[in-house]
């Protein structure tokens, strides 16, 4: 009977709990947030006076927004992958929406709810990724390349991407810290198609890497900010709009487009299946598309926009930045990346992994020795410690 | 009946968040990425992975050793102190704990790069940028920073349990000092070394964070190996793989250590 009680009461107990956990979701109800998801250091936040968007939409539609970053769409993808959260707005990159589309983790748009959607340059209306537009609206655009520091690289090293293999800079490059960018520029520099999926071209990209890594500094993505900036490293391969932000901090750098040609992205604002209020994701995605806000955002970001009239909003020395808006004949060397087959992304996960584990093999088989010294010098000791022991206990006995 | 009520909220607790975890970990370290088939794909390719477990073993097993070796005095001092100076003391070797982890390892990066603190000093008085982090030894100096409380906490407890009468005793029967040491306060003191170089050796052969901020692009460890697995490159059955392997050694390991204590003790008794 007394166990029975029990039973009962830990029950009810539960029962609450669980109760009382599910209740603030309904409380909540008048208050609509929305989680977005976008890279780091990607929206105007309020900082030197620039607009602070995020604040300009709740201020106007009363959604409150949760803003949430990442540092490369690979590790957006395995959080989306892994499932547990949800988001309402994400600003992926074009190869990883085409992948986003094809593993059918996307929702299409309503366009009624984007009218500001028109203002779309007709440039960066149905691209490869995503040729209908059913899926994304693109949030900017731009290019990477080779932020350099003029005070120690010189002159004459800098136009092609042999400059993050240039012994001269050993221990003061820095590199992108995710496979695609990283085989991005080893595809550029050995003169390969942007999207291959040769393995054997793969393969001496992971080798060209791996003959760079002594070189470099670190693998780093946001980090690279202010690492730059305060001179810690002097050659980095990151994306031009940064590149911008981070001039203003050091007028000493400098940013080249590479000879060999560079990628030229798109990152665009989708809706993924976990959303839980697509009317308020899409009301997010129409305002960011409205000209004025476009351009005071990119103002800040200095990433080049695909809004028509944005550029009316934008400080003039910002819309005419050659490196934002390069002209037609840079332009024409920026490459496209396109979604890889399954199997070409995992060997490139796997040869990523082992360009970036690799490296100081030589010293296996003495680390090896040593620790199997270490722990038969420990047996041994043991044994003999406990023979001791026993030795003595017996010839105390023996007394 | 009662007794084992109340050990019941635990093992429900167990039950949840270490069993269920461990079945989970071993479902995917024999389950192919893509199809989720069973395979031992995962499982043959750890022996790629060889250098880089003896890497962290290795760089793990020397920091356990040098904060043995620098926390041993430090304890030994601590409990040798009068009480009220043992609780200043220890909360002194507590301190660093109260600031996270990754703002202390943080804050030997700004120190020790390039243009960090140190050496923009060294270079007022002429001495050339040096090479202070992004190599083993300033991994190591992080594992050091890092877990040498959990040294010093098991030791000096360990320390200051010890009978002052056995080393009495022991003055008593005509030994030296450094002979009260050998014969009486090392032997007692095995337990705390043992939990102590437990307590190191666990979380630094683990550890990612410390090997991607102090280490360089050569020294990555198995915990890094790891984490890349679970956050960017979404192959979760390799990562379990690594990690269920990275627990076997340790265990193996901690099994070892634990061999120099119970036996010890019960001499200590005698």
Not at chain 1, 257 to 275: A, H, Q, T, Y
Not at chain 2, 165 to 173: G, W, Y
Not at chain 2, 251 to 262: D, P, Q, S, Y
Request: glycine share 6%; with cysteine; hydrophobic share 45%.
């Amino acid at each position: 009977m007394n166990r029975f009680l029990r039973v009962l009461g830990s029950a009810l107990l539960l029962a609450c709990l669980i109760l009382g956990l599910a209740t603030p979701g309904s409380a909540a109800k008048e208050q609509v947030t929305i989680n977005v998801y976008n890279w780091g250091q990607y929206i105007s936040d309020g900082t030197d006076g620039y607009i602070d968007v995020n604040a300009e939409f709740e201020k106007e539609t009363g959604i409150k927004v949760n803003y949430i970053t990442f540092d490369s769409n690979e590790t957006m993808y395995t959080k989306l992958k892994t499932g547990g959260s949800s988001y309402d707005v994400i600003i992926p990159s074009d190869y990883m929406i085409a992948r986003l589309i094809e593993e059918d983790m996307l929702l299409p748009l309503n366009y009624d709810n984007i009218p500001n959607a028109e203002y779309v340059m007709p440039a960066y209306r149905g691209m490869a990724h995503d040729p209908q537009d059913t899926y994304s609206i693109p949030y900017t655009w731009g290019c990477t390349g080779i932020i350099y520091n003029t005070k120690y690289v010189d002159e004459a090293d800098v136009g092609s991407w042999d400059l993050l293999w240039n012994e001269k800079y050993s221990g003061k490059i820095l590199m992108f810290d995710n496979p695609r960018d990283a085989f991005g520029v080893a595809e550029f520099y050995l003169g390969y198609d942007l999207n291959t999926t040769n393995e054997q071209e793969l393969q001496a990209c992971a080798e060209l890497l791996k003959k760079q890594k002594p070189l470099v500094q670190d693998y780093f993505m946001d980090q690279m900010y202010s690492a730059l900036e305060h001179e810690e490293a002097w050659i980095g391969v990151y994306y031009a709009g940064d590149f911008i932000q981070m001039q203003w901090e050091n007028e000493a750098l400098a940013f080249c487009f590479p000879r060999e040609g560079f990628n030229l992205f798109v990152d665009s604002l989708c809706i993924p299946k976990s959303c839980q209020n697509k009317d308020a994701a899409e009301a997010y995605i129409n305002f960011l598309c409205r000209p004025d806000i476009c351009g005071q955002n990119l103002d800040y970001l200095g990433y080049s926009a695909p809004i028509e009239g944005a550029t009316e909003y934008m400080d003039e020395e910002m819309a005419a930045n050659p490196i934002a808006y390069p002209d037609e004949a840079t332009l024409a060397r920026g490459r496209a990346f396109l979604n890889l087959p399954a199997k070409t992304n995992q060997k490139m996960d796997s040869l990523w992994l082992e360009v970036k584990t690799g490296g100081s093999s030589n010293k296996t088989l003495i680390y090896g020795l040593i620790i199997a010294a270490v722990i038969v010098i420990l047996l041994v000791v043991l044994m003999v410690t406990r023979k001791n022991k026993l030795k003595k206990r017996r010839s105390m006995y023996q007394k | 009946m009662k007794r084992q009520l109340l050990s019941g909220p635990y093992l429900l607790w167990m039950a949840i968040f270490t069993i269920i975890p461990l079945v989970i970990v071993l479902y995917y370290a024999f389950t192919d990425s893509i199809t989720g088939a069973f395979t031992l794909k995962n499982i043959a390719s750890l022996g790629t992975y060889l250098p880089i477990f003896l890497r962290s073993v290795w760089l793990s097993l020397l920091s356990s050793v040098i904060c043995l070796v620098v926390g041993y005095p430090v304890a030994w001092t601590i409990a040798q102190a009068k009480p009220n100076h043992q609780r200043f003391f220890y909360l002194l070797v507590m301190l660093p704990m109260c600031i996270s982890f990754l703002l202390r390892t943080l804050a030997w990066v700004s120190l020790l790069e390039d243009t960090g603190i140190i050496n923009q000093l060294l270079s007022r008085i002429g001495i050339g940028p040096l090479k202070l982090m992004r190599n083993s030894g300033a991994v190591i100096l992080g594992m050091v920073y890092n877990y040498l409380p959990y040294m010093i906490m098991p030791l000096y407890t360990v320390i200051m349990k010890i009978d002052p009468r056995l080393v009495e005793a022991a003055q008593d029967l005509g030994c030296d000092s450094a002979q009260v040491f050998r014969k009486v306060t090392l032997p007692l003191s095995v337990p705390g070394i043992v939990s102590g170089v437990t307590m190191v050796f666990v979380p630094a052969v683990s550890t990612f964070y410390i090997s991607q901020k102090l280490g360089g692009t050569g020294s990555t460890l198995i915990g890094d190996v790891i984490e890349s697995q679970f956050k960017a490159a979404y192959n979760p059955n390799l990562g379990a793989a690594l990690s269920l392997a990275l627990m076997v050694l340790v265990l193996i390991c901690v099994a070892v250590m634990n061999r120099f204590t119970g036996d010890d003790e019960s001499v200590a008794t005698l």
